[in-house]
């Protein structure tokens, strides 16, 4: 008797409450399952489209879904209003089995219509996915108008070999499906040639609901150059020019070149190199102006004497008498007192010739040979050929020259090549080379850029060790200073020298 009872209270029961049919059900219990997102991060995170629009019928069955993975638990809302809803707002019901990514009605009332909201919540975090839920019901036979977009492409950026997913979907209602293959289809936005299904390029056509929302899946493996552009998802529900376009671009995304930082170290390593860039910078501004002093400095302090050598003296200044002011008057004394140097003087008796002859015979006693040439002491004038000889002549001699012209050298270049370094205030260069003479160097006098000139020529002269304030030194300098003779005693001995020798 109990038995029977509880028979008919079940069948009663199946009566009252209109069951879903068994296609409805394995729609709710499948749609999240299927044609998920491939590759997924880990974390919280939608694993397929949410469909941002749904239209239903009055009267007919609805399913809203929003697929997740990595979520401890999803609340839902409708119009900010959290689950469950008296039956005047909502008559959407949550589907348990689906560990509520799912809810549904069997039969929408106009009232259901409004925005849902899924809200999904890991440890850390949070997502929402909102669905506007549109009801139509002004004809019981179904929709029959245009269809209706429920999920429009989304553009997307897509690295060269990566593979993109587009998807597009629309409720077409129960209106004349002449042809339900081609109601959706994507093609090239350029072309009016339906996509082929094979090869790198996939078409997953899908339906809900009766059919009354069609929608495709457009999968383009190993992505090439030439599958950028845009494409076309074109859903016709029969009847002709009804049917709508939506596009969607495949842009190209540019490799990532520092993968791995996250955006806050990567914003900290720009600055670091900017940073680094203007400290380059200012290096080589200070390099390029005080280079040369502190070449000298880095020379004088680090580079070996030379001592013990058996030499005299660390230059031997060789002029003729024209140039006799300069010489006395400038040159020997600056490099005496003002930088210690130990300098012994020749003056050349004849205009630029054989002045090899002349100076060979003292030139073994020195460190360094310095000739003094000007336009009056070259007989020939300052030609380049008349340069030229002179250097000639002097490169015959076995220590290491250096010619101070005190005037610009006749420019050539195959006489001078002239150095980049000395061009900087007034273009008038202050060194040169001889090219066909690489044991002569040309330092060119300058009034206006003397402090090159002198900077120049001691770093052509050996090694001096900076003045020490160490008083020990000083009177060693000043010892020094004093043994030194005068220049003009050695210009009298010079000469009696040059008199001995003709
Ligand atoms: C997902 O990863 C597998 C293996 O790691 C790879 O073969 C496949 O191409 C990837 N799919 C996508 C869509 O990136
Ligand atoms: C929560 O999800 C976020 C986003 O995916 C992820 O970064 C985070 O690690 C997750 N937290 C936990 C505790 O899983
Ligand atoms: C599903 O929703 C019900 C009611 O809001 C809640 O009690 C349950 O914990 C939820 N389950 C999950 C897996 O979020
Ligand atoms: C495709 O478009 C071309 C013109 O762009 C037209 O000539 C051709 O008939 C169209 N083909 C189809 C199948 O619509």
């Known amino acids: 008797m109990a038995r029977f009872v509880i028979t008919v209270a079940l069948l009663l ?4 409450f209109v069951p879903k049919t068994r296609a409805e059900d394995n729609e709710l219990k499948d749609y999240c399952s299927m044609h998920r997102f491939e590759n997924l991060s880990s974390g919280l995170r939608f694993t397929k489209e949410v469909v941002s629009s749904e239209y239903a019928n009055v009267g007919s069955f609805k399913a809203i879904h929003c697929c997740l993975r990595g979520y401890r638990s999803i609340e839902w809302y409708k119009d900010n209003r959290p689950y469950p809803w008296p ?6 019901i949550l589907y348990p089995e689906s560990a509520n990514q799912t809810i549904y009605t069997q039969e929408v009332r106009a009232s259901d219509a409004g925005r849902y909201s899924c809200r999904a919540r890991n440890d850390t975090t949070a997502l929402e996915g909102d669905i506007s839920l549109s009801v139509l019901g002004e004809d019981s036979s179904g929709y029959k108008g245009r269809p209706l977009p429920t ?24 209106a004349y499906i002449s042809d339900a293959r081609n109601s959706v289809m994507w093609r090239r936005s350029d072309s009016n040639v339906t996509l082929p299904n094979h090869g ?20 383009i493996e190993e992505i090439s150059l030439e599958d950028y552009g845009e494409y076309m998802c074109q859903v016709s529900n029969g009847v002709d020019d009804d ?8 842009y190209r995304q540019e490799p990532h070149f520092n993968v791995g930082l996250q955006n806050g170290s990567w914003r900290k390593s720009l600055l670091l190199a900017v940073l680094v860039l203007v400290l380059l910078c200012s290096v080589a501004a200070f390099y390029g102006r005080c280079w040369l002093p502190l070449t000298l400095l880095c020379r004088d302090k680090f580079y070996s004497l030379e001592e013990n050598d058996g030499k005299i003296c660390d230059a031997l200044i060789c002029y003729h008498e024209k140039d006799v002011n300069f010489v006395v008057g400038t040159i020997i004394p600056t490099l005496e007192t003002r930088y210690r140097y130990k300098c012994n ?4 008796s004849n205009l630029s010739q054989h002045w090899n002859l002349e100076i060979n015979p003292h030139a073994m006693a020195a460190r360094r040979l ?12 300052w030609t380049e050929s008349s340069v030229s000889h002179v250097l000639k002549l002097l490169s015959n001699i076995p220590i290491r020259t250096i010619v101070v012209a005190l005037k610009e050298p006749p420019s050539s270049s195959s006489l001078m090549k002239r150095s980049t370094q000395g061009n900087r205030d007034d273009g008038a260069s202050n060194r040169a080379t001889a090219a066909d003479y690489p044991d002569v160097e040309v330092l060119r006098w300058h009034e206006a850029n003397e402090r090159e000139f002198w900077y120049r020529l001691r770093l052509s002269l050996p090694a001096m060790r900076p003045a020490n304030s160490d008083p020990g030194c000083q009177s060693v300098a000043m010892i020094v200073q004093a043994n030194s003779k005068t ?16």
Do not use: M, W
Request: aromatic share 6%.
């Open 345 to 348: 003087s020749v003056e050349l």
């Open 151 to 174: 999920y429009k492409p989304s553009s997307q950026l897509v690295p060269l070999g990566g593979t993109a997913r587009l998807f597009c979907e629309a409720y077409i209602g129960r």
């Open 243 to 250: 049917d709508i376009k939506l596009p969607a671009h495949l």
């Open 370 to 381: 310095v000739v003094v040439i000007s336009p009056e002491s070259l007989n020939t004038g």
């Open 200 to 219: 790198r390029l996939s078409q997953y056509r899908v339906s809900r609901e009766d059919d009354q929302i069609v929608g495709s899946y457009l999968v």
């Open 487 to 502: 220049p003009h005693q050695q210009k009298v001995r010079s000469r009696e020298s040059l008199e001995v020798l003709v």
């Open 13 to 16: 029961s199946l009566t009252i």
């Open 87 to 92: 039956g005047g707002e909502s008559s959407f």
